[in-house]
C-alpha cells in the first residue's frame, strides 16, 4: 500500500477495480481506508471517492447494514430520475414556502421581491414537471420523440 495515497484514492481505486453489481462491505471499506464505520471521517472519505467515482463512469449506493454496491451500467438512468424526483420534491418545498409567506406582513419592497420570485418559482415548477415527465416517458420508452414511436404513414 503507498503510504502516501489518500484515504479516499485507495476506496477509489478499489471500486474502479471492482466489478459493476459487486457489493463492498463496511468491514472492508473500513480495512481499506483504515477508518472505523462508524467514524465521521468514514462518510466523509465515503462521499469523496463518490465525487471522483462519479466523473469517472462509477456510481456506489449504500447497501443499508451492509456496504455499497457498484451500480450496474443499465442502472443509472433510474438512479438519474431518483435524483431529478427529489430535486423536484425540494423544489415543492419551497414553493409550499412562498405560498404560505405572510405577505400582508411584508414591506411593499419585500412584497415585490416576493412576487417576482414566486412568478419565477411557477416557471420553473412547470419547466421542472414537463422535464420530469419526459424523463420518466423516455425511460419506459413510451415517448413520442422517439423514433419508434413517430409514425411516418
Same mark, same amino acid.
Given at each position: 500500500m503507498d503510504v502516501y495515497k489518500k484515504?479516499?484514492?485507495?476506496? $477509489? &481505486?478499489?471500486?474502479?477495480? +471492482? &466489478? $459493476?453489481?459487486? %457489493?463492498?462491505? =463496511?468491514?472492508? %471499506?473500513? =480495512?481499506?481506508?483504515?477508518?472505523?464505520? !462508524?467514524? !465521521?471521517?468514514?462518510?466523509t472519505i465515503i462521499n469523496r471517492a463518490k465525487k471522483s467515482l462519479l466523473a469517472q463512469g462509477r456510481l456506489i449506493e449504500s447497501v443499508r447494514g451492509v456496504g455499497y454496491r457498484v451500480i450496474e451500467p443499465d442502472d443509472y438512468s433510474g438512479k438519474s430520475i431518483s435524483v431529478f424526483r427529489q430535486g423536484f420534491n425540494k423544489l415543492k418545498k419551497a414553493s409550499d414556502l412562498l405560498a404560505y409567506a405572510p405577505v400582508a406582513s411584508m414591506s411593499e419592497?419585500? /412584497?415585490?421581491? =416576493?412576487?417576482?420570485? *414566486? &412568478? /419565477?418559482?411557477?416557471?420553473? =415548477?412547470? +419547466?421542472? +414537471?414537463?422535464?420530469? *415527465?419526459?424523463?420518466?416517458?423516455?425511460? /419506459?420508452?413510451?415517448?413520442?420523440?422517439?423514433?419508434? !414511436?413517430?409514425? /411516418?404513414k
Open positions: 484515504k479516499w484514492e485507495l476506496l $477509489y &481505486d478499489h471500486v474502479m477495480e +471492482a &466489478d $459493476y453489481g459487486s %457489493i463492498i462491505s =463496511h468491514q472492508e %471499506i473500513s =480495512h481499506i481506508i483504515g477508518e472505523s464505520h !462508524n467514524s !465521521n471521517k468514514y462518510g419592497e419585500g /412584497r415585490l421581491i =416576493h412576487q417576482n420570485v *414566486t &412568478d /419565477r418559482v411557477k416557471i420553473l =415548477h412547470a +419547466a421542472v +414537471a414537463g422535464g420530469c *415527465t419526459e424523463i420518466n416517458l423516455l425511460a /419506459r420508452k413510451q415517448s413520442a420523440f422517439l423514433p419508434e !414511436n413517430v409514425s /411516418r
